[in-house]
T-cell receptor, first 113, second 114 residues
Framework: AQSVTQPDIHITVSEGASLELRCNYS??????LFWYVQSPGQGLQLLLK??????LVQGIKGFEAEFKRSQSSFNLRKPSVHWSDAAEYFC???????????FGAGTILRVKS | EADIYQTPRYLVIGTGKKITLECSQT?????MYWYQQDPGMELHLIHY???????EKGDLSSESTVSRIRTEHFPLTLESARPSHTSQYLC?????????????FGQGTRLTVV
């Protein structure tokens, strides 16, 4: 069965500092991986996705993520965090033609000035 | 910009009332989903649909029901709301296009049953 683990419930970083949010997945076949961001009271917005090819994918808002098959990981990174990045971030795994995405529990990012 | 809409955004309602949460998408997607999300918790799939007249239960058991009479519309109904139904409900849709199975989400309905 598919599963996603986001080990960090909360992360606090200073504005301008770098960020890495961890995501580990469990899936029997080739995974299709996503990172979504959710601001308070809002729905989920897709940041980036990985299907195949280059294991380093670029997304919106300056985010990137690297797929590491050997570690079953898909960590999200940003070199310099802005206060507007404070939100909750969800990692998800799905399958081509599959009927659902399985989400992690989310990581709440706080940015201090 | 994804065109998927949920109404109402917020709803406070008394125990025992019947409620319907609306979800509409204008992208022509065949697949639609309802997720339930409690504060600080992950999203749990409660219903999904492959297309018109198709509905399936998700991973998390729910007393709600759904219908899919039109491609663009996927309402969720609670016949008799209870405080345990208090949660945020997120609707999503997706289309398999090449290698893409990206899901687009609505802004959610935050339901409070008092």
């Amino acid at each position: 069965a598919q599963s996603v683990t986001q080990p960090d419930i909360h992360i606090t970083v200073s504005e301008g500092a770098s960020l890495e949010l961890r995501c580990n997945y469990s899936y029997g076949a080739t995974p299709y991986l996503f990172w979504y961001v959710q601001s308070p009271g809002q729905g989920l917005q897709l940041l980036l996705k990985y299907f195949s090819g280059d294991t380093l994918v670029q997304g919106i808002k300056g985010f990137e993520a690297e797929f590491k098959r050997s570690q079953s990981s898909f960590n999200l990174r940003k070199p310099s965090v802005h206060w507007s990045d404070a939100a909750e971030y969800f990692c998800a795994v799905g399958a081509l033609g599959g009927n659902k995405l399985v989400f992690g529990a989310g990581t709440i990012l706080r940015v201090k000035s | 910009e994804a065109d998927i809409y949920q109404t109402p955004r917020y709803l406070v309602i008394g125990t025992g009332k019947k409620i319907t949460l609306e979800c509409s998408q204008t992208m022509g997607h065949d697949k639609m989903y309802w997720y339930q999300q409690d504060p600080g918790m992950e999203l749990h799939l409660i219903h999904y649909s492959y297309g018109v007249n198709s509905t399936e239960k998700g991973d998390l058991s729910s007393e709600s029901t759904v219908s899919r009479i039109r491609t663009e519309h996927f309402p969720l109904t609670l016949e008799s709301a209870r405080p345990s139904h208090t949660s945020q409900y997120l609707c999503a849709s997706s289309e398999v296009k090449g290698a893409s199975t990206e899901a687009f989400f609505g802004q959610g309905t935050r339901l409070t049953v008092v």
